[in-house]
């Protein structure tokens, strides 16, 4: 069959439908997670247009925005990357400003974050409904949706018309058809010779590359994580990076499958080894033994379990003093100083139950009801000294009444506390 050239490949202005330029050489990768990109060749004197774009290939409409364009030796040269910007202030790769959305819906911050680039969400985004809380940082788009798509364990990615996409994917059969050409030199990256004006075969769905092969793995189904097409004037291909069916997903790494991003993923995590342990976990206590140590379960994140249960957990406790715990009581788990024997375990939520209010030195007290009785007594007698001298016939017998209830106010508590700290809360 036929291979795609290049001669069939056009860039369109947007501002111009009617102006479609042919691009000469082409190099496309449409990656698993993130914005495609494409390294584009013109032959003189036709140019790349500046600004937003959309280019034919085969029967896929990329909608993009030429984000560099240069001379070279009597071509021109560029770069197209996808989304819907309109000008060269706005892009995912563009800041956006710092802002504080409280319990919101994840959609509605997306849209906003998007909006204030010049972006959109795709319409078929899933999983985005979930209400969050999220500080924004005055960073690049790019790296905002990073911190949303990790939050809700989902892929972010830009489709060919622009559009940002967020959900998992369900890996449907691609429709595209082509001629498998090799596995040469890496058999998770097999070499196809597309057909002739079929839709490009994107991440995220399946192929099967030689099905005159019945039990073998080239009859099998194969998911497609990374695409790329390249072409000149003599000839066109795609290369398929397949999913890694052996991916460790305890890493709680969503591109694990990606083999590309897999292998700078394993890279990063060799470099960064000593930071493994700096992480803070959460957990619910089990109990707390006699020796104040803590038994703790954590959380699953993303429906993964990284750690165990742990046992021995050192609470940490304010200056001076302990820390009291009781089953069920939620919990922040963290390694000191990022060495992994030497857990530590500090308040995480604030206890239903602890509800009475410290006393600091200017607070209050109020008088226990023996001290009021026994003030009075004493108040009395006083009084019938100094006024009736026929009151001193009685004065041993009332003496001895008033010792006797000093005794016991003295064995009692003489104060309450009527006032106390609203900001810290000890048990029962």
Request: glycine residues 8%.
């Amino acid at each position: 069959m036929p291979n795609q050239l290049s001669s069939e490949c056009f860039v369109t202005p947007l501002s111009d439908t009617q102006d479609a330029r042919p691009i000469h050489v082409y190099d496309l990768l449409l990656p698993y997670a993130g914005a495609w990109s494409m390294r584009v060749e013109m032959m003189g004197p036709v140019v790349l247009p500046d600004g937003p774009v959309t280019v034919q290939l085969g029967a896929s409409l990329l909608r993009g925005f030429v984000v560099r364009t240069s001379p070279d030796r009597g071509h021109y040269v560029g770069v197209i990357v996808g989304g819907q910007a309109q000008t060269t202030n706005q892009g995912i790769h563009q800041p956006v400003p710092a802002q504080q959305f409280w319990q919101t819906p994840a959609r509605e911050i997306l849209t906003r974050t998007l909006t204030a680039v010049g972006e959109t969400l795709a319409t078929d985004s899933t999983g985005v409904d979930t209400v969050l809380s999220y500080p924004r940082r005055a960073v690049r788009c790019d790296r905002a949706l990073d911190d949303i798509a990790d939050a809700l364990g989902l892929v972010w990615r830009v489709k060919l018309d622009g559009s940002v996409w967020f959900g998992s994917y369900t890996w449907p059969a691609s429709p595209t058809a082509y001629t498998y050409q090799s596995k040469q030199p890496d058999v998770a990256a097999p070499l196809l010779a597309p057909d002739p004006f079929q839709p490009l075969i994107e991440p995220g769905t399946t192929v099967t590359l030689d099905r005159n092969r019945p039990g073998s793995l080239d009859a099998t189904p194969q998911r497609v994580t990374v695409s790329r097409y390249w072409s000149d004037e003599k000839e066109a291909y795609a290369r398929l990076w397949l999913a890694d069916a052996d991916a460790d997903f305890t890493t709680d790494d969503k591109l694990a499958t990606d083999r590309i991003h897999g292998g700078f993923a394993a890279l990063a995590r060799a470099a960064t080894r000593g930071t493994d342990w700096y992480r803070t976990f959460q957990g619910q206590v089990v109990t707390q033994r006699g020796d104040d140590t803590l038994d703790i379960t954590l959380d699953r994140v993303f429906g993964q379990g990284e750690l165990p249960p742990l046992r021995g957990v050192a609470p940490a406790t304010v200056n001076g003093g302990a820390s009291s715990y009781k089953s069920g009581d939620r919990v922040a788990i963290y390694f000191e100083g990022g060495d992994f024997r030497r857990p530590r375990a500090t308040t995480s939520e604030p206890a239903a139950d602890a509800t009475l209010g410290v006393a600091r030195q200017t607070d209050t007290v109020g008088q226990a009801v023996g001290l009021s009785t026994w003030a009075g007594l004493v108040t009395a007698v006083a009084t019938a000294f100094t006024t009736d001298p026929i009151f001193a016939t009685f004065a041993g017998s009332t003496q001895s009444a008033i010792t006797a209830l000093s005794k016991a106010v003295l064995a009692d508590p003489i104060g309450t506390i009527t006032s106390g700290s609203t900001d810290l809360k000890l048990r029962k």
